[in-house]
């Protein structure tokens, strides 16, 4: 049975960033417009919600304006508007959702909520409308999601049937990352910095703890970050300098070990086809080469400018649920519809 074809022009606005992107059939870009605001929060160390979401208010209209032009579209040529429902900052979320609202109710077009979460596992089956096709992940898999928010371990046997078998018990990857930049004086968002950083550095210069949590599929960073920083403390209480580039290279080693060494044996034990890794933190280059040397099964990992957040995985992911079903702009809400919250 072929899918109906369909251009979806999607919005994403649940933290600092302020994106509008069309895509078609759930795969193809044709447009994909990120505003960031990184360095607006880069001197407060972290995203400030307030300021977050006056910028999205700023930038959402020109940038869906964006979108639709690269796209060599109008609204008329569109068939659906999706949008994040979440999770996300509540204040960012509103931002999107009524520009959403708005387009849909003024062109009577159906409006797509879809779980910002479930919309990093999208990103794994799009491809620039100038590039040619990869093959797309295959079923059933498991999706290793990380992110600012989140560290999960997803199994699905199809599309849009999620089954969440752990995931992070206290600070999500990415916000271990953050927060172990800032204690080393790195600057925000701390993922990149660690990674810099880490080049010039020995991952075995410190042996900080790998929490495998045995016996479940969750997470512990907590641990680690800090393990950081009583290192940090007691170096600091000796007059020593801080030895930054290995403390981030251990630093980053371990919390790679446990995301690598969790992600591999759920697949053996799920028996599943293929691993998708997505989110802000599957842009660590140490991550994508250590899943894609140990695992034996095809690992799907979106290139760089589709790990971090964008539109074009809200409008792939929404292709999905617009075969299934279309939401009216009275159904949906600021909040995730379904179990990754
Ligand atoms: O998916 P994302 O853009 O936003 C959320 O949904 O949270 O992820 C942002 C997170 C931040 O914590 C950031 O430090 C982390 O992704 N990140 C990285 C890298 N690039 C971004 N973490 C490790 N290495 C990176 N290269
Ligand atoms: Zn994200």
């Not at 300021?51 to 979108?67: D, F, G, M």
């Not at 880490?198 to 703890?209: R, V």
């Not at 842009?283 to 799907?300: C, D, M, T, V, Y």
Request: hydrophobic share 45%.
């Amino acid at each position: 049975m072929s899918l109906p074809t369909a251009r979806i022009l999607g919005i994403e606005t649940s933290c600092d960033e302020t994106a509008a992107s069309v895509v078609s059939d759930g795969r193809v870009i044709h447009s994909n417009v990120v505003a960031s605001q990184i360095d607006l929060h880069a001197e407060y160390g972290g995203v400030f919600p307030e300021l977050a979401s006056r910028e999205h208010v700023k930038a959402i209209y020109p940038i869906v304006e964006q979108a639709l032009h690269q796209a060599h579209l109008t609204i008329q040529d569109i068939d659906a508007i999706a949008v994040t429902q979440g999770p996300g900052l509540a204040g960012s979320l509103v931002v999107g959702m009524n520009m959403a609202k708005g387009i849909a109710l003024a062109t009577r077009k159906p409006l797509i909520g879809v779980n910002h979460m479930e919309g990093h596992i999208y990103s794994a089956w799009l491809y620039p409308a100038n590039a040619s096709p990869h093959q797309p992940p295959n079923f059933p898999l498991l999706a290793l999601l990380v992110s600012g928010g989140h560290s999960d371990l997803v199994l699905m046997k199809d599309h849009l049937q999620y089954e969440r078998l752990g995931g992070t018990l206290d600070d999500a990857a990415g916000e271990a990352f953050d927060k172990v930049a800032r204690l080393l004086g790195l600057s925000y968002p701390g993922g990149p910095s660690i990674q810099k950083a880490s080049l010039s550095g020995s991952s075995t210069a410190f042996a900080f703890p790998r929490a495998m949590m045995e016996g479940t599929w969750d997470f512990s960073f907590s641990g680690v970050k800090t393990s950081v920083l009583r290192t940090v403390e007691s170096l600091q209480a000796e007059a020593k300098n801080l030895p930054i580039e290995d403390l981030a290279a251990s630093f980053q080693e371990a919390v790679v070990d446990v995301l690598v060494e969790k992600t591999l044996f759920a697949a053996d034990t799920h028996q599943v086809r293929e691993i998708i890794v997505a989110g802000g933190v599957s842009a660590n280059k140490r991550l994508r080469e250590r899943i894609l040397s140990q695992s034996k099964r095809p690992i799907h990992i979106p290139p760089l400018s589709l790990c971090t957040d964008n539109a074009a995985m809200i409008a792939g992911a929404a292709y999905f649920h617009f075969v299934h079903k279309a939401f009216s702009p009275h159904d949906i809400d600021v909040l995730p519809t379904w179990p990754l919250s």
